[in-house]
């Protein structure tokens, strides 16, 4: 079956660095969407890329979808601490999402 | 407010009991979804839905049952099949087809002593 891997599991910055998580999946993807969970929430979706090199844009966040719609990232550059949580990426299949084990982002003041 | 309403938002049981999720949305979406979140293992889906009367068994299905009476609804049952049930489980709906990612309920930790 389809897997999505996510690296790396966890990192943890200072405040102002940046940051950056990758997603790989063992198949071409129709699409891949980012969710954020904050501690102790559940996942919210931040969005979807579908077209290959697809990059877009969110205030501080660039999401990227490789060419071969195989692999993703997101950056959040300058980080701040409201940007804490676990960011998973998630891989359509025929009919459902499969996740990443998500990375987990502490971000100390 | 549109959304999606899960309960209780703990639930304690004694092991060998059968325990029913609950999973409300008012989205008017067509499809649900359970996940099973356990520490460091990510999403990991249970069952889903994408219409009304029919559902599908995901990667562990296993120890688990579902029903899909009305769109609105989707509960999940725990059964005393499932070798570990404690874990925070996590309800989910979207539009069957269009570029709009899942929204999830605020889960349920279920823990079974």
């Known amino acids: 079956g389809q897997q999505v891997m996510q690296i790396p599991q966890y990192q943890h910055v200072q405040e102002g660095e940046d940051f950056t998580t990758y997603c790989n999946s063992s198949t071409t993807l129709s699409n891949i969407q980012w969710y954020k969970q904050r501690p102790g929430g559940h996942p919210v979706f931040l969005i979807q890329?579908?077209?290959?090199?697809e990059v877009k844009k969110q205030k501080r966040l660039t999401f990227q979808f490789g060419e071969a719609k195989k692999n993703s990232s997101l950056h959040i550059t300058a980080t701040q601490t409201t940007d804490v949580g676990t960011y998973f990426c998630a891989g359509q299949g025929y009919s459902t999402l499969t996740f990443g084990k998500g990375t987990m982002l502490l971000v100390s003041p | 407010d549109g959304g999606i309403t899960q309960s209780p938002k703990y639930l304690f049981r004694k092991e060998g009991q059968n325990v029913t999720l609950s999973c409300e949305q008012n989205l008017n979406h067509d499809a649900m979804y359970w996940y099973r979140q356990d520490p460091g293992q990510g999403l990991r889906l249970i069952y889903y839905?994408?219409?009304?009367?029919?559902?599908q068994k995901g990667d562990i299905a296993e120890g688990y049952s579902v029903s899909r009476e009305k769109k609105e609804s989707f509960p999940l049952t725990v059964t005393s099949a499932q070798k570990n049930p404690t874990a925070f489980y996590l309800c989910?709906?979207?539009?069957?087809?269009?570029?709009?990612?899942?929204?999830f309920g605020s889960g349920t930790r279920l823990t079974v002593v």
């Open positions: 890329l579908v077209k290959s090199g």
């Open positions: 839905s994408q219409i009304v009367n029919d559902f």
């Open positions: 989910a709906s979207s539009i069957v087809q269009g570029n709009y990612g899942y929204t």
